[in-house]
């Protein structure tokens, strides 16, 4: 296999990057990849730094993610750690650093929002936060949906009579108790009545609920409220008869998922080229209390195990309550033992994971699945339509248009070597294509390479429709080439005093944007919103005159074969054409599929074919 100049290193470069792969030694750590501007592009972490770092110096690379990192880099960097637990845990905060193009990551910079119960004060509170300290506090999430973890904390507040307002507790002097106290939603230990135990034993009972405890929480108080009635607290008792029935109400709406009770989450993610789209579904005592959904990037050269690990890494290592069975996809099965030893070390908990085939399992993961499609899908179009609202909006403001480009059309001139020129208009409202204002025209005043003055025809004949007609002008016209095809189009609207109507040309060597009477061109971001829009109009109106000439010379390469067919008057001609207009060519045509042709019997067909084969060895036409 010969190498592409692309695939070529600089041998400095190799150089400079072997040189440093010798210090590196058969430890573990964490390597960083640079590309020429100095900026991180990967991320990864070996056991043995030299042997896996070296292995990326091979153009030739079966990995197809390693053979497209050997084209970008050109600098390394590196940190040894003690453990690959260690280096697993650092490449996480890197790559959360760095947002490197060929790792895994989850796309949002976003902190989603935690549930905190500081059980690091001595009379405990329940809040929202998004920053997640190693203060002692106890932690619950991430919530990837902000009124799901406003909702969730609501309930725990109408539930458990927690202390909502931020004091020094205990203080020096009881205080009078606000209203939660008086309404029954607060035990007050501002006041002074309520002791350390007490309020402790409301704090293990909403760690409980929000661990999924739900039904041995139901047990301990009703074996609470047992007591309480026992010893003639019918008070303390009612309290807690009511807690159980707010509680019960609760699972009573959660879907039993497993009879035999247990934790776990069900992980499953969908993926279209660089996106993806991350689904867990929680599963505690056995009920499915809830969904989880993460945007993940960087894709594109990475396998199945290759972004569940990453987000395995990324999400375990932070949250405070994992599941004992994470269920992931069989198509992603592979060696976790750095990711579950880097779990087991930040948590002290060692989850198993199963890759079920078949099974309850297996159908929970199709469910996932699904929820993964559904949510990547939502996402994409919502990231196209805001797209398509900022590139208007950079159209308008770089183009300096009065009005926000609602409508664009543009139009492309298609022929070969002159013959059978035809130009396409295609239109395109809020940013999206739109079907019914594209257009054909076939060229009628001039014949040869002109391509100037066929734009100036199409969009002469064009404009004059709109007028005729009494129809709106576009908001903006786009022509598909440099200043000499704007020009002829720009005299054409000038013809017809419409010197006013906003008229760009796009070049398509360099992507370069021309104005009517200005030879000098403007160049734009072409990542841009507003590029990637104006490109895809361009593209689309050559696509579609480029299929359009295709179909008209076909029908003149049909219609000559037939013309020195004898038999073949305008009927069969005219069947011919319609029968093969959307199939193969007809000198491509077995004779088979001639006598398929209605109208043509056996022996017309027979003829027909013979002529094709001999036309074809007289290459008198095309093949």
């Known amino acids: 296999m010969s190498l592409n100049h692309s695939q ?5 470069v190799l150089k400079n990057i072997q040189g ?8 573990p750590g964490c390597y960083l990849w640079k590309n020429e501007r100095g900026d991180v592009i990967y991320v990864g972490k070996a056991i043995k730094l030299e042997s896996r770092v070296r292995s990326y110096l091979n153009p030739r690379h079966p990995d197809k993610k390693t053979r497209a990192l050997y084209i970008e880099i050109q600098d390394l960097d590196w940190i040894v750690t003690t453990t690959e637990a260690e280096a697993l845990i650092l490449e996480a905060t890197l790559i959360k650093k760095y947002s490197p193009k060929f790792n895994v990551r989850l796309k949002d910079d976003k902190r989603y929002p935690f549930i905190c119960v500081s059980t690091s004060e001595a009379f405990p509170m329940v809040f929202l936060t998004r920053k997640v300290k190693d203060n002692g506090d106890a932690y619950f999430g991430p919530f990837t949906d902000v ?5 969730a904390l609501e309930l725990i507040h109408r539930i458990f009579p927690v202390r909502k307002t931020k004091l020094n507790l205990p203080l020096p002097k009881p205080q009078r108790p606000c209203l939660n106290f008086h309404m029954h939603r607060c035990l007050g230990p501002c006041q002074g009545n309520v002791s350390r135990e007490v309020y402790g034993e409301l704090i293990s009972e909403i760690l409980s609920f929000l661990e999924g405890k739900k039904e041995g929480l139901v047990q301990r108080l009703k074996q609470n409220m047992l007591a309480a009635s026992e010893k003639m607290e019918y008070e303390r008792a009612g309290f807690l008869k009511k807690r159980i029935d707010q509680i019960n109400q609760i699972r009573e709406k959660q879907t039993v998922v497993s009879l035999d009770g247990g934790d776990e989450d069900i992980i499953a993610f969908a993926r279209r080229e660089d996106e993806g789209q991350v689904i867990i579904l929680e599963v505690r005592g056995g009920r499915l ?18 972004i569940i690990q990453a987000f395995l890494r990324d999400y375990y290592l932070r949250v405070s309550t994992i599941p004992s069975l994470i269920i992931l996809p069989p198509q992603a099965k592979g060696n976790y033992d750095a990711v579950l030893s880097a779990i087991q070390e930040h948590s002290n908990l060692l989850p198993k994971l199963k890759f079920p085939e078949a099974g309850q399992k297996r159908s929970l993961l199709r469910l996932a699945e699904k929820n993964a499609e559904l949510s990547l899908t939502e996402r994409i179009l ?3 339509l ?27 001139i298609s022929h070969f070597q002159g013959s059978s020129p035809v130009a396409s208009g295609v239109m395109f409202v809020e940013g999206k294509p739109y079907k019914a204002g594209y257009r054909h025209y076939k060229i009628r005043g001039y014949e040869g390479i002109n391509d100037p003055g066929m734009m100036h025809e199409v969009i002469a004949r064009r404009l004059s429709h709109l007028i005729n007609e009494d129809e709106p002008l576009p908001d903006l016209i786009v022509i598909d080439g440099g200043p000499t095809q704007l020009t002829r189009a720009a005299e054409a609207a000038n013809a017809l005093d419409l010197g006013d109507l906003p008229m760009i040309g796009l070049a398509k060597k360099r992507e370069e944007i021309f104005f009517p009477g200005d030879n000098d061109p403007y160049t734009f ?18 696509r579609f005159g480029v299929n359009y000439h295709r179909l008209l010379r076909k029908k003149k390469t049909l219609q000559s074969i037939l013309d020195e067919i004898p038999d073949v008057g305008n009927v069969r001609k005219k069947q011919i054409l319609k029968f093969f207009q959307a199939k193969k060519k007809v000198q491509d045509a077995s004779l088979a599929e001639l006598k398929l042709v209605p109208g043509i019997g056996t022996t017309l067909a027979e003829r027909i074919f013979e002529k094709i084969q001999e036309i074809k060895t007289k ?5």
């Open 20 to 27: 440093k792969i010798k210090n590196l030694g058969s430890v």
């Open 8 to 12: 070529m290193k600089d041998p400095l």
């Open 289 to 306: 209390e809830g969904k989880k959904s993460f945007p993940i990037t960087g894709l594109a050269y990475s396998t199945e195990e290759e």
């Open 619 to 623: 290459s008198q036409i095309k093949v």
């Open 382 to 384: 919502a990231t196209k």
């Open 386 to 412: 805001r797209d398509q609202t900022n590139a208007l909006k950079e159209i308008q403001t770089n183009l300096k248009l009065p009005q926000l480009p609602r409508v664009i059309e543009c139009y492309d």
């Open 525 to 542: 971001d072409i990542h841009s919103p507003m590029m990637r829009l104006i490109r895809s109009v361009r593209d689309e109106a050559h």
């Open 147 to 151: 009124k799901a973890a406003r909702d």
